[in-house]
């Protein structure tokens, strides 16, 4: 049920995100939301298949342990920010550049 939940909120996510101009989704997360702006990465990575494994527009089991192994990982690949700090932002509190 769980993951059903999950899924859902994540498909909304993107739906949502697809059509506002800067395709921004916001991840809500214990430690501070973490907003991920799509139409940066692509530019960035210039390639779905970097993040999208199998149906296009979905990153299957996306929860924390996978968005550590996937976002952090790529992050800390890339030279990109990858302290907590740097993604996870409090509410009141502007990120760390």
């Known amino acids: 049920m769980k993951g059903i939940l999950t899924a859902v909120v994540l498909v909304g996510c993107v739906g949502a995100a697809c059509a506002g101009d800067e395709y921004s989704i916001l991840y809500k997360c214990m430690n ?36 550590h192994t996937l976002c952090k990982g790529c992050h800390e690949r890339m030279g990109a920010p990858s302290r907590c700090i740097e993604c996870h932002i409090r509410a009141n509190t502007t990120p760390a550049l």
């Open 32 to 67: 501070g939301d973490v907003t991920f702006n799509h139409k940066n990465h692509q530019r960035v990575l210039d390639d779905c298949k970097k993040c999208h494994d199998g149906v296009p527009g979905t990153i299957p089991a996306f929860d924390r342990p996978a968005a």
